[in-house]
């Protein structure tokens, strides 16, 4: 399950929570489900552990996929590479993070 591998952060009280979906738009039910947000106008913090690597001499490539079905005028996703150190259940805005792009 999706919920074993991501921890969403418990900062603040008021994050939004994840769903587990296809979403309105999809070809296959199954195969197209996503990690969706599901209340509008609130902020979220959702984080996963990886393997340590390194990239020396040899480009990084960090790829998303983000489907924006909610509507609002205000908003958006992006992706943080934070050092192995961070609190994934205290993350917030102000986390140390190493790259930043959305």
Known sequence: AWSRRWVESKHKPDYGRFVLTAGKFYGDAEKDKGIQTSQDARFYALSSRFEPFSNRDRTLVLQFT?????????????VKLFPSSLNQEDMHGDSEYNIMFG
């Open 66 to 78: 983000v489907k924006h079905e909610q509507n609002i005028d205000c908003g958006g996703g992006y």
